[in-house]
């Protein structure tokens, strides 16, 4: 390993941590902006009630029902 050895770091990777460097409540935004849109609770019983709702498809959808 030569004596002025550097690890490299990615342009993003730079830019990423100026960013968090700059802005620290960066990290506790996005984990708000995640739970507003995706951490939703899940609804049990309507989702068995979907799934048992369902109507199973044939395997070709345009094939017409033998004996029709």
Known sequence: MPL???????DVTQFI???KASKPS???EQ??????L???AQDRH???E?????VPQQPYVY???PGR
Not at 4 to 10: A, G, N
Not at 50 to 54: M, N, T, Y
């Open 50 to 54: 979907w799934k048992a709702a369902r």
């Open 31 to 36: 984990r708000a902006g995640r739970a507003l």
């Open 17 to 19: 941590e100026e960013l």
């Open 4 to 10: 002025f050895w550097k690890p490299y770091t990615s």
């Open 26 to 28: 960066l990290e506790n």
């Open 38 to 40: 995706w951490d939703k």
């Open 46 to 48: 309507a989702a068995a």
């Open 63 to 65: 094939q017409t029902k």
